[in-house]
């Protein structure tokens, strides 16, 4: 069973920890491009993977498959309105006057609000299982590194300093970590459609990857035929998912299951020495009427 404290341990990592991308840009640029460039094609795998590989098979696992899917695209459908709104909302207020770009906030609104999502998708995962979580984590950690990479320098030309970037990212990450916080307590209550979450937020993985991430790499990545080498880091973050999902689930779940078979036998083995001792108990009852019957019969009748 997933407690608070592990919630609040593997947002902090999916929010917090994958600012360090956007601290390495402002340390050392050219390797932060690098690292973005080669990082951006393995989050889309690692997305795809924790959506079709873990978080697909868990919510049909919990509910009825119709269901999952229909959520799931829901969850596709909604945020690209989201995206649409987000946009419709830029357009509409480029004429504020300020000295820094008004793109900035809308920088800083989306970044939020996707940190948002973000703590949701963990929380929805870590509602089904330990290692659904920590998939989750880890597909929302990759993808989040060389977003916040491309967020730090795009707040850096926006007229931001440096120490007023830093302290705008930590502030807009802990949304991960507050929604996921939320929406774990308001799964853990009675009836909760634990399997709906989960299809919205495959829905929402799924999104990110196909509708943003694998665009991105088709537009600056020059197709070569014989070695293709995003195409190979995004099969590569399938496949670490994949494996890291099975994983996961072998090890943290066949030793709950063992621990729940170890209680059931010692149950079993209570309830049989109750039936025993029962069983005895009838015995001696049974013996001492016989007892008495003898008893009875051996006395002599007076009259």
Do not use: C
Request: net charge negative.
């Amino acid at each position: 069973m997933t407690n608070l404290s592990t919630v609040i341990f593997f947002s902090l990592i999916g929010g917090i920890v994958s600012l360090l991308g956007g601290l390495l840009l402002l340390s050392r640029k050219s390797f932060a491009g690098k690292l973005a460039k080669y990082a951006t094609p393995f989050a889309a795998g690692a997305l795809l993977g924790a959506a079709f590989l873990d978080l697909l098979p868990e919510g049909i696992e919990a509910g009825e498959a119709d269901e999952v899917l229909i959520f799931t695209l829901l969850g596709i459908i909604s945020f690209f309105f989201f995206e649409r709104f987000l946009n419709w909302f830029h357009h509409h207020h480029v004429h504020v006057d300020s000295k820094l770009d008004p793109k900035a906030s809308m920088i800083i609104v989306g970044d939020t609000v996707h940190n948002f999502i973000d703590g949701v998708a963990i929380a929805a995962a870590f509602l089904i299982s330990v290692p659904s979580g920590v998939v989750a984590t880890l597909a929302v950690a990759a993808h989040e590194i060389p977003q916040e990479i491309g967020d730090f320098g795009l707040l850096l030309n926006k007229g931001f300093s440096r120490r007023a970037v830093i302290i705008v990212n930590i502030v807009s990450a802990m949304a991960t970590t507050v929604a996921a916080v939320l929406f774990f307590q308001l799964g853990q209550g009675a009836n909760f459609p634990v399997e709906a979450l989960l299809g919205l937020t495959a829905g929402f993985f799924i999104y990110i990857a196909v509708s943003d991430i694998i665009p991105s790499i088709h537009k600056q990545s020059k197709h070569k035929v014989l070695i293709d080498l995003p195409a190979i880091l995004l099969v590569a973050g399938v496949l670490v998912v994949g494996i890291a999902a099975t994983t996961l689930h072998d090890q943290i779940d066949v030793g709950h299951d063992h621990d729940s078979h170890s209680h059931e036998e010692e149950a079993h083995h209570d309830e049989d020495d109750d039936h025993h001792e029962e069983d005895h108990e009838d015995e001696d009852d049974h013996d001492v009427d016989e007892d008495h019957e003898d008893n009875s019969t051996n006395t002599p009748h007076q009259d």
